[in-house]
């Protein structure tokens, strides 16, 4: 059974930066397909970037430019850099094939993003 454990989030001044970092244990899963998705307070889980089956990269509009994902296959670990924060940025960020798996989500990591 794949566990995935989202970390690295944290508070956040506008325009600073965060590397969030999600690790696989439980089984060895490639980071293709993968995905990094958000949740803010009263709002729905949204897709923020994600790699296709082919290895290149797609991102929401609100990211683009600002965000970007990659991975290391060896240790199925995929990470998010995410620069220029703005405070709509702030959410709980999620890690998740795409399309996402009920049985894949964890637990998150909080990304406040305010002065």
């Known amino acids: 059974q794949v566990q995935l454990v989202e970390s690295g989030g944290g508070l956040v001044q506008p325009g600073g930066s965060l590397r969030l970092s999600c690790a696989a244990s439980g089984s060895i899963i490639s980071i293709y397909n993968m995905g990094w998705y958000r949740q803010a307070p009263g709002k729905q889980r949204e897709l923020v970037a994600r790699f296709t089956s082919t290895g290149s990269t797609n991102y929401a509009d609100s990211v683009k430019g600002r965000f970007t994902i990659s991975g290391d296959n060896a240790k199925s670990t995929v990470y998010l850099q995410m620069n220029i924060l703005k405070p709509e940025d702030t959410a709980v960020y999620y890690c998740?094939?795409?399309?996402?798996?009920?049985?894949?989500w964890g637990r998150g990591t909080q990304v406040i993003v305010s002065s």
């Open positions: 998740n094939k795409y399309p996402w798996r009920a049985d894949y």
